[in-house]
């Protein structure tokens, strides 16, 4: 990971373009994320009661097709920088590198799976 | 800059806040897939979120969430301007101060409303 404290420095820390491009990717997809996800937030907790997330509440919203775009596209972003979020983490706190590998394995394994069912769910209505 | 002071709480509560949201958002899509399964599925799961102790929750998750996202805005500063290093002790407190007062208006409504009796 990059530890950086300016573009300047992320560039000549980076490793590889895959790590600039990571460390990129975390400020664009944060910056839309701030508007996604505290739009939804207020949308569906704060305007709303979390109660009113009844069943067919969720199905009619999620029939529009641009509730779908903007549900998913928060899953999809949303998801990225957290699992990156969290391999900045890992590589921190876990020493050893066969543990690390295991540890990664499943941690990406069960975010796919997870990934994988919302956007079935998204795109099945 | 760094140790023992604001920037480094700044990075703690960014990483904690952020694995926190993560670990919500497997639950909560679990949780909202289970639309797939049909109505009885999902209000099994949705009538226990009924309970005050989940709103409760959700308080802390959106404190977390704003606490993320103004202080991410915080770090995009310090990354590509140069006078954002400079002055990132203040925008750490100006991040607490915002997401104080953003938590304190979400209580407000929440709890006003758990008490009106609507859950």
């Known amino acids: 990971m990059i530890r950086a404290r300016t573009f300047t420095d992320a560039r000549q820390q980076a490793h590889s373009n895959a790590e600039l491009n990571w460390w990129i990717f975390m400020r664009i997809s944060g910056l839309i994320l701030v508007f996604l996800v505290l739009g939804h937030i207020y949308m569906t907790f704060i305007q709303v009661s979390e109660a009113d997330a009844t069943y067919i509440a969720v199905v009619n919203k999620l029939q529009q097709p641009a509730w779908k775009f903007y549900d998913w596209t928060i899953l999809a972003l949303s998801l990225l920088h957290g699992v990156n979020g969290a391999r900045y983490s890992i590589e921190d706190y876990v020493r050893s590198r066969p543990n690390r590998a295991w540890v990664k394995t499943i941690f990406y394994t069960i975010s796919g799976v997870i990934f994988t069912l919302g956007s079935i769910g998204l795109f099945s209505i | ?119």
């Not at chain 2, 639950?27 to 099994?44: N, P, W």
């Not at chain 2, 002055?87 to 997401?99: D, E, K, N, P, S």
């Open chain 2, 1 to 119: 800059m760094y140790r023992g002071r604001e920037g480094q709480w700044a990075w703690v509560l960014h990483r904690l806040s952020g694995l926190a949201i993560l670990a919500y958002l497997l639950v909560h899509v679990i949780s909202i897939s289970l639309f797939m399964f049909g109505e009885q599925a999902y209000m099994a799961v949705h009538h226990t979120y009924e309970l005050p102790i989940f709103s409760l929750g959700l308080i802390a998750v959106t404190a977390g969430v704003v606490y993320h996202s103004l202080n991410g805005l915080r770090i995009i500063v310090m990354d590509f301007t140069g006078m954002g290093v400079l002055y990132q002790r203040q925008m750490f407190w100006g991040v607490i101060a915002l997401t104080l007062l953003a938590t304190a208006y979400t209580s407000f409504v929440v709890i006003g409303r758990l008490l009106g009796g609507e859950a």
